[in-house]
């Protein structure tokens, strides 16, 4: 079970590493690659809120 919580924060990082890349691509307009810096401000702080908050964001039993 605490795998699974585990691979799902990896999959989340994986994604928006991804998003950073396409913020990276100077084949994009200024402003779409702007968009793509909010969205992984965004996930990234969603992220460490969640781990400040005790791991992963699940109830312990």
Known sequence: MEYSFFDRDL?????????L????????PVMER???LAIFSSNLDEILSRADAGGNGTAQA
């Open 21 to 28: 890349m396409e913020a990276e691509s100077e084949e994009l």
């Open 11 to 19: 999959s989340w990082l994986l994604f928006n590493e991804r998003i």
């Open 34 to 36: 702007v968009n793509f």
